[in-house]
């Protein structure tokens, strides 16, 4: 078996980390934090520096793993070092069943609702949109995984181009004109917020993808001194550009405008601040940016079975493991990524539907997230257990802060609405993953 070459250097892997930690949360998630906080600016920005500050500390403490743990490519291959195979695949589990496909599904929601606000829809096509968006990114990924790896690497430019142009000019309009310190001044009217920990995990949204920067130490010249600061420092861009942008949007409208238009705020300010046509531009800037990312998740969703069947658990792991020698695809492992979205793109359907009774909300745009974090909490208490031979800062100082992090992340999941029906489905798929993986284990004895 060939060995993945080191060919790159500090400055390509602090690209790759922004590349993949920017996504569409920060537009998606921008109006849930400031009405988390109840309307108040300050609060929103300090939410958002604490959400950044768990992921750079997280980021850092992963690094340390993947810099000790050779050949590693995932969150699963470090809980499988720290605590076996069984244990990794409950976590491959996770991430094939839920993860993965519940953000995909809401990524899809989230490209749509963009393009139907570019076509002045009104909402009359997020749906239908969301449909066309799912099946296409699907398709492309079963019929040819090298387009969907060349588009995804095509779409990293579009991420970041609306982000700092609405930075930068609307934090210079927004201060020339006095609108971003009135917002510090004033707070909405009229919003009950979850508080500083539920907009702290809106944020988390907007986050996520740092721990899939920690497993590119294998293509990484001298991994154990540039993996950490790539993480580190990428992270530091990130958040560095997210609350830039921030200030930007809060530069352009008024708090109380921001929480009345919500997800449409975005589309609002870019249209104020460049005009029609180069707002146009730059919301298909955003579009595009939202359609990476969701390429992005699917290229995870349609290797999920197949990689817990590479490992020869799971259910079928004999379909599974077959690789197209036409398209060089996982097939059936993308059929079945496919299905287990749309069922989860239909329980998020149901919020918008009243299917849960009035004012309820499954958030599976977070909650799969904060339960991801309590993984994080494992391979933190693994590394000041076992991970002997680093410094008190490294082995202790570093994973305990990152827990603490942890902690305060599933703290805010467990007062989101309706978590308890989300814990208690994630536990029926955890079961039905060790009875479908044990029926495996018996028929190959």
């Not at 296409?136 to 588009?151: E, R």
């Not at 802060?401 to 208690?424: H, R």
Request: net charge neutral; glycine share 10%; with cysteine.
């Amino acid at each position: 078996m060939k060995e993945l070459k080191q060919k790159y250097g500090l400055l390509t892997a602090i690209a790759m980390v922004v590349g993949i930690t920017i996504g569409s949360g920060v537009f998606f998630k921008a109006d849930d934090v400031l009405v988390s906080t109840g309307g108040n600016l300050g609060l929103a920005i300090l939410a958002w520096l604490i959400g950044g500050s768990i992921m750079v500390i997280g980021g850092y403490t992963f690094s340390l793993v993947a810099a000790k743990v050779s050949k590693v490519n995932g969150l699963v291959d470090y809980v499988e070092s720290g605590y076996g195979e069984t244990a990794g695949y409950f976590v491959g589990w996770f991430q094939t069943i839920i993860y993965y496909p519940t953000l995909t599904a809401v990524l899809a929601w989230v490209a749509a609702l963009y393009t139907d606000g570019l076509l002045g829809l009104d909402g009359a096509g997020i749906w239908y949109i969301t449909f066309i968006y799912f099946v296409s990114v699907f398709v492309l990924n079963y019929l040819s995984p090298v387009l969907a790896g060349k588009f995804q690497v095509s779409t990293t430019i579009f991420k970041l181009v609306p982000l700092l142009l609405v930075a930068i000019v609307g934090s210079v309009v927004g201060l020339a004109n006095g609108v971003t310190v009135q917002n510090f001044q004033t707070s909405a009217e009229g919003v009950t917020g979850g508080g500083l920990a539920a907009a702290v995990l809106a944020t988390a949204f907007a986050y996520e993808g740092w721990v899939i920067a920690s497993s590119i130490n294998a293509e990484l010249k001298d991994p154990k001194k540039n993996l950490p600061k790539a993480l580190f420092f990428g992270s530091l861009i990130v958040v560095f550009v997210y609350i830039l942008y921030y200030l930007g949007l809060s530069g352009v409208l008024e708090n109380q405008v921001f929480i009345d238009e919500g997800n449409n705020a975005v589309n609002i300010a870019v249209n104020n601040l460049f005009g029609n046509f180069a707002g146009t531009t730059l919301t298909v800037f955003v579009i595009v940016s939202c359609l990476g990312t969701l390429n992005g998740l699917t290229m995870g969703v349609s290797r999920g079975m197949y990689s817990l069947a590479y490992r020869n658990r799971g259910p079928l792991p004999k379909v599974f493991s077959e690789v197209s020698e036409k398209s060089n695809s996982p097939e059936a492992s993308v059929l079945v990524g496919a299905l287990i979205t749309f069922i989860w793109g239909v329980v998020w359907f149901g919020n918008f539907h009243g299917w849960y009774g009035e004012g309820k909300f499954l958030d599976t745009s977070e909650l799969p997230i904060a339960m991801l974090y309590i993984v994080y909490l494992f391979i933190y208490i693994w590394v000041m257990r076992t991970f002997t031979e680093l410094n008190f800062f490294k082995r202790f100082v570093a994973p305990t802060l990152a827990s603490i992090g942890s902690l305060y992340i599933i703290y805010a999941a467990v007062q989101k609405d309706m978590f308890l029906t989300f814990f208690v489905i994630s536990l029926l798929v955890m079961l039905a993953g060790y009875l479908l993986d044990r029926k495996t284990r018996k028929t190959a004895k």
